[in-house]
């Protein structure tokens, strides 16, 4: 991550900006409907993450409880976190096979809106 204006700039180094997010995570974010913290209290790395998301209301994941995985590579946050989704569920998105989230794809943020009409399937 860089920080500047200008012509300057300062990189945030990885584990500030995990060690951030972290923070955000565990305190809930916006409505308290995602959270997310470390898989493994002693990775000193930061690289394996657990998250939670309870389906958005007015919409078809309304009341459900999705549980994920995600890895934060080294070359975090230039590169995404791979996700993979524990609990099952039908998105284009998601491979139904290892509930891996597409690479490349940053459709998450679909999953949230109350307008998605993909039918879940429940575990």
Same mark, same amino acid.
């Given at each position: 991550? $860089?920080?500047?204006? %200008?012509g300057?700039? /300062? /990189?945030?180094?990885?584990?500030?900006?995990?060690?951030?997010?972290?923070?955000? %995570?565990?305190?809930?974010? %916006?409505?308290?409907?995602?959270?997310y913290?470390?898989?493994?209290?002693?990775?000193?790395?930061?690289r &394996?993450? $657990?998250?939670t998301?309870?389906?958005p209301?007015?919409? /078809?994941h309304e009341?459900?409880?999705? #549980?994920?995985?995600?890895?934060?590579?080294?070359?975090y946050?230039?590169?995404?976190?791979?996700?993979?989704?524990?609990s099952?569920?039908?998105?284009?998105?998601?491979?139904?096979d290892?509930?891996?989230?597409? &690479? %490349?794809? $940053?459709?998450?943020?679909?999953?949230a809106?109350?307008?998605?009409? #993909?039918?879940?399937?429940?575990?």
């Amino acid at each position: 991550m $860089t920080i500047g204006s %200008g012509g300057s700039s /300062v /990189v945030v180094p990885r584990n500030f900006r995990l060690l951030e997010e972290l923070e955000r %995570g565990e305190k809930g974010i %916006g409505d308290g409907t995602v959270s997310y913290g470390m898989d493994d209290g002693d990775d000193i790395y930061m690289r &394996s993450w $657990t998250g939670t998301i309870i389906g958005p209301h007015n919409s /078809v994941h309304e009341g459900r409880i999705y #549980q994920l995985k995600l890895f934060c590579d080294k070359d975090y946050p230039e590169k995404p976190p791979s996700v993979r989704f524990h609990s099952r569920v039908n998105m284009t998105c998601v491979n139904h096979d290892t509930g891996v989230l597409g &690479s %490349g794809r $940053t459709t998450l943020i679909e999953f949230a809106k109350p307008s998605n009409n #993909q039918s879940p399937q429940r575990t």
